[in-house]
């Protein structure tokens, strides 16, 4: 019957129909929380509780980059969650009332994915955008990576390296959509395992306004470091590895820095000042460092 029905649709109506579909899909509308259920289907059950505070303190800051997707519960006014559980439930802890969502009008597969890949194509979307677009391709059309790449005509490497990008923190999430940093000085900078030091990076590039080739430079020596340093646990520094980190710091901090270290490898590091407006420069240092 249903088919029947779709069949002796004219023109018009299956036009609208479709545009209405793809205004929905390209559209971010907020919801109230409290409307939202679960999906019961959902086959992840536990969720790390410490990263979902995290996550809630995140979005209380910088608010929600990616909007989670529903669908409409048919003769309710309820919605149902079809991705983005962690999002919502950080969105709970962090006590919002609204959440920007994606809604799901109909069920069929073919118009949402056409809709999506139409949605890439355009010029004007950022890195993010297009991020977004292809999780929710891979999430809700039940797409590999290799079946995105085809069907969008990319390569795979190229789907990978745009969908990492949501791994980054949400404050360079919102640096790469707002432009203050390329996609070459981001996928340099998802490189680096550790959070922290990413938005480090992030705010080096802000600051100095380094190239990709310099931010790469970087990465290739942290990285270099921190293979050295999981090899050699427990070989001790040689006095000249010490005598090129004391000179490293010398210059960073524009003062005089020792290192001092027992047989049994405990240490210190000593930071010099001869008048108190060098121990203010210093601490300025620090804490540019610690922001």
Request: aromatic share 6%; with cysteine.
């Amino acid at each position: 019957m249903a088919k029947k029905q779709a069949l002796g649709k004219g023109l018009g109506a299956l036009i609208q129909e479709a545009e209405e579909t793809k205004k929905i899909i390209n559209g971010i509308i907020e919801i109230k929380i409290d409307t939202i259920e679960t999906n019961p289907f959902q086959p992840r059950k536990n969720f790390n509780n410490d990263a979902l505070n995290e996550l809630a303190a995140s979005i209380k800051k910088l608010g929600i980059i990616q909007p989670i997707t529903i669908r409409k519960i048919e003769g309710k006014n309820k919605f149902q969650l079809i991705s983005g559980e962690r999002r919502f439930r950080a969105s709970k802890i962090a006590k919002l009332k609204t959440i920007p969502a994606y809604i799901r009008i109909a069920d069929d597969q073919g118009m949402l994915e056409m809709a999506l890949v139409e949605n890439i194509q355009r010029e004007d979307l950022n890195a993010i955008e297009i991020a977004i677009t292809y999780q929710r391709l891979i999430d809700e059309c039940k797409l590999t990576q290799e079946n995105l790449s085809d069907r969008i005509g990319k390569n795979r490497s190229t789907v990978t390296n745009y969908i990492r990008l949501l791994k980054l923190p949400a404050e360079i999430q919102l640096g790469i959509r707002d432009k203050k940093i390329s996609m070459g000085h981001a996928r340099a900078i998802i490189s680096i395992d550790d959070a922290e030091t990413q938005l480090m990076i992030y705010k080096q590039i802000i600051k100095y306004g380094f190239s990709v080739r310099k931010v790469e430079e970087i990465v290739r020596e942290l990285d270099g470091k921190n293979t050295a340093s999981s090899k050699q646990k427990n070989k001790k520094l040689t006095p000249k590895e010490y005598l090129g980190l004391e000179k490293h710091l010398t210059n960073f901090f524009k003062t005089n820095v020792e290192f001092k270290r027992n047989n049994k490898g405990k240490g210190k590091i000593v930071i010099n000042f001869k008048t108190d407006d060098e121990l203010e420069k210093i601490i300025s240092v620090l804490d540019k460092i610690s922001k």
